[in-house]
């Protein structure tokens, strides 16, 4: 079960050291290795690595903030089922922390704290990180990383796009009402079928 509710690669993505320097293009401007590859599930890597070996696969990149790893959610949130960890807004970036960060007790109160490490947190989520998210659901396993975890899952996918199709019809609808067709223009007064009845009125001859 655990299996299914966590994917083989991210354990093995938070095990992983970042922002060591290339051994294969330690001379160039960007040789820190902060990307990982979900495709081939190996080390880190830099840009330029990412160029010529994983041209074609799914890679995420790693960023830091604080001497952690973080990652942004745009990113992971496309491979990974991310509710009920903590996110944060850095450099107008939102991003989620890889791993559990030591943090000193304080004496005040907090409303919401990491069910894993006891982390203070700004949200009423259950995980401080990715990580503490792993431990949570091998001990109690009622949440999943799995963005299929759900059984009706494709019926909402079904449910969603005709919902769509109909906010689509509807803002079609709402823009004919806005903005009514143009009408024809009307027709010459030389139309053989709009005829004005009655004596014609003949212009005088020129002299």
Same mark, same amino acid.
């Given at each position: 079960? #655990?299996? #299914? ?5 991210l354990? @093995? ?11 294969t ?19 880190a ?12 696969? #799914? ?10 790893d973080v ?5 992971i ?6 509710n009920?960890v903590?996110t ?10 890889l791993?559990?960060?030591? #943090? /000193?007790k304080?004496? @005040? ?21 990715l990580?503490? @998210?792993?431990?949570?659901?091998k001990?109690?396993g009622?949440?999943?990383f ?11 996918m ?7 199709r ?11 009402d ?7 223009? /009307? ?5 053989s079928?709009?005829r004005? @009845?009655?004596? /014609? ?7």
């Amino acid at each position: 079960m #655990q299996q #299914q509710l966590v994917p083989p690669w991210l354990e @093995k993505l938070l095990g992983t050291a970042f922002f060591s320097v290339c051994r294969t293009h330690g001379a160039a401007a960007r040789s820190e290795c902060n990307m990982y590859c979900l495709d081939c599930n190996g080390d880190a890597f830099c840009f330029y690595c990412r160029s010529s070996r994983h041209k074609e696969h #799914q890679v995420i990149q790693i960023r830091r903030s604080s001497y952690h790893d973080v990652v942004r959610v745009s990113e992971i949130e496309k491979v990974l089922n991310i509710n009920g960890v903590q996110t944060y807004v850095i450099n107008s970036a939102r991003v989620l922390f890889l791993n559990e960060r030591p #943090q /000193p007790k304080s004496g @005040k109160a907090v409303s919401h704290i990491c069910e894993i490490c006891g982390r203070s947190l700004l949200d009423a989520l259950r995980f401080c990180s990715l990580g503490c @998210k792993v431990v949570g659901i091998k001990r109690n396993g009622n949440t999943s990383f799995m963005l299929e975890d759900i059984s009706s899952s494709s019926t909402r996918m079904i449910s969603s796009s005709s919902t769509r199709r109909e906010e689509e019809e509807l803002r079609e609808g709402s823009q004919q009402d806005i903005y009514p067709p143009t009408p024809p223009p /009307p027709l010459s007064s030389t139309s053989s079928t709009r005829r004005r @009845k009655g004596i /014609p009125h003949r212009a005088p001859f020129g002299s």
